[in-house]
């Protein structure tokens, strides 16, 4: 039997898979909203909304993350290795730009005071050129 179409196989990735966007900020929502709601001297049910808020942020993260890959410039963004920045970040605000130009460029070619920064200012510029033109 193929690999690919081994039911246990199936199984376990769809049990892998980040739950749909829609449920699991439903879920990061309901904890939330719990953990504020209740009085500050029920320490252990604040802490486990905490812990439990975390972990559906994570969820969140992971389904968004999933959804934008399934774009063009979420799969450009994933060859590069920094989708899970940009969907952390929400998109494009202050400093994001920033952000993906240093990440996408080498250590070599980052500023440090010399004539790199103008490769910098370029990469930015392109950079920038292509969020434009992704979004448009």
């Known amino acids: 039997m193929h690999a690919a179409q ?27 909203r719990r953990h504020r709601s209740l009085p500050l001297y029920r320490l252990r049910a604040r802490r486990e909304a905490r812990v439990m808020a975390g972990r559906w ?22 060859r590069f290795g920094i989708s899970r920045l940009w969907v952390q970040r929400g998109s494009v605000g202050k400093g994001m730009l920033f952000d993906l130009a240093w990440a996408l460029l080498s250590r070599r070619t980052r500023p440090r005071g010399d004539g790199r920064a103008v490769a910098f200012v370029a990469a930015l ?4 050129a292509l969020v434009l033109l992704a979004q448009s």
Do not use: N
């Not at 039911?7 to 929502?29: F, I, K, W, Y």
């Open 6 to 32: 081994d039911p246990d196989l199936l199984l376990v990735e769809r049990m892998l898979a980040p739950p749909p966007l829609e449920d699991a900020r439903s879920s990061l929502e309901f904890w939330q």
């Open 125 to 128: 510029a392109v950079i920038t």
């Open 57 to 78: 942020h994570e969820r969140v993260v992971d389904a968004e993350l999933v959804r934008f890959e399934r774009t063009f410039f979420g799969r450009l963004l994933k």
